[in-house]
């Protein structure tokens, strides 16, 4: 008894139906393993019909776990006709077309890769669009259909809106909240409309992306959140980083970090006697104790506002130097940063109380981060003004401040850790830069 293949309704050799299982009939969609439940091609490799089309759920398992393992341009969805992944969670694309334009769709973060020809013709624009020759690198992303860079363009046909685009195949990379964006500004300029038959103009009331309705509204409120949180607390957000895959190892040490403050919290003697005992005291006790407390102490914190802003900079610059650079090698990382800061600490700190925190650390990881992703630009509030800068600036401004305090001497907070755990990085940050891993 054959099941039917769940694509396009072939006979399959497995004995009961399931969605998991590879055709081998001539359809441009099953063999890149992506888009269930379209419709394939009737023709056959074979000239009987009782021979069996399809393979088990063993060999599509593993031909799926083949094709995952390709990136962007590396596979093949049949018939010569390029895999291509999403620039930004690096998920299939789907190919769709609406009104005579074709694009490729994400399903996940609902980016639309388009030529500039289906983006004029849905916008309506009656003039070429072309990007501007100046550009700038926003992030860090890559074409789906060559693999190179992408880079922002100015585009002076959408008044100067900045969009990723590829200078080798010139096609755009654009979010469903920009498509929106876009049609409204130009509904403010008047050239939304373009000329119909009549001689009237209609107006364009379509959208590239399916059932998106409502969703826009949702990404401002959001959006007002984050300006209300940055504004509050001066806590830095990065502009367009986004993350590939879950950060296992950075959740991990946020949920240590938690873990320790609430068991030192509820601990006889409190806060206080957690610090004594597992804090770090500069010249205190022997060298095995000396060592285990330059452990323990990454884990202590002094109160709620000192580990919630430790771990909200753990986690801005830590997931994406995590994906980079795997988990071990970025727990290395983490690690070493805190025990150069505390070890630099115990040497040119003249205050002998006691060190707790994972400043040190995160210094670390913001010296790396600024060597392994150089391009990315952050959002900053200074007084009441949001600002767009590199993160060359953000680090050099905040190293300035680390020195200015440590040579004034300022009480409460080890500089020097600082310093020491944010060179550490970025030395460690040059002898591993290279290539994004897969």
């Not at 049949?78 to 998920?91: F, L």
């Not at 789907?94 to 074709?102: F, M, Y």
């Not at 020097?416 to 897969?438: D, E």
Request: glycine share 10%.
């Amino acid at each position: 008894m054959h099941s039917a293949c769940s694509s396009c309704l072939a006979s399959s050799s497995a004995s009961r139906p399931t969605p998991s299982v590879l055709c081998l009939r001539s359809c441009s969609r099953i063999p890149s393993l992506r888009v269930w439940g379209r419709s394939c091609s009737r023709r056959s490799f074979f000239p009987s019909s009782s021979w069996p089309w399809c393979f088990s759920t063993t060999i599509c398992g593993y031909a799926r776990r083949i094709s995952e393992s390709r990136r962007f341009a590396g596979g093949s969805r049949g018939r010569g006709e390029p895999v291509m992944r999403c620039t930004k969670c690096e998920r299939s694309l789907v190919s769709l077309s609406q009104k005579g334009i074709r694009f490729e769709f994400c399903f996940h973060c609902e980016g639309t890769w388009v030529a500039p020809e289906g983006l004029a013709a849905f916008l309506g624009l009656e003039e070429e669009l072309l990007p501007d020759r100046s550009f700038s690198l926003l992030g860090e992303r890559f074409c789906p259909a060559c693999g190179k860079r992408l880079y922002g363009h100015p585009y002076p046909a959408l008044g100067g809106a900045i969009l990723l685009s590829c200078k080798a195949c010139g096609k755009i990379w654009i979010e469903a909240i920009e498509i929106e964006r876009l049609k409204k500004a130009l509904v403010v300029r008047g050239d939304r409309g373009v000329p119909s038959r009549g001689g009237k103009r209609r107006q364009r009331t379509g959208t590239l992306i399916p059932s998106m309705r409502g969703k826009e509204e949702r990404r401002d409120a959001v959006s007002h959140l984050v300006w209300l949180f940055q504004f509050l607390t001066g806590f830095p957000m990065e502009v367009d980083h986004p993350v590939r895959r879950v950060p296992l190892a950075v959740i991990s040490l946020i949920v240590a970090n938690v873990v320790v403050f609430l068991v030192s919290a509820f601990a006889p003697g409190g806060l206080s006697a957690m610090i004594e005992h597992f804090g770090f005291f500069p010249g205190r006790g022997a060298p095995p104790h000396r060592l285990l407390s330059m452990v323990t102490s990454m884990f202590l914190h002094a109160g709620r506002g000192h580990l919630l802003s430790n771990l909200y900079f753990l986690y801005i610059f830590g997931d994406n130097l995590e994906c980079r650079l795997g988990r071990l090698r970025f727990l290395w990382l983490y690690f070493t940063c805190g025990f150069a800061a505390v070890g630099l600490h115990a040497f040119l700190s003249p205050d002998p109380s006691p060190m707790v925190g994972a400043s040190g650390a995160i210094s670390g990881l913001l010296g790396a981060y600024l060597i392994t992703f150089p391009q990315v630009e952050l959002y900053q509030f200074v007084f009441f003004f949001r600002l767009r800068i590199s993160i060359g600036l953000y680090a050099g401004v905040w190293l300035g401040l680390q020195f200015l305090h440590a040579w004034l001497g300022v009480p409460g907070v080890a500089w020097y850790a600082h310093i020491g755990g944010f060179l550490t990085g970025a030395m460690l940050g040059m002898l591993w830069r290279c290539p994004a891993r897969g």
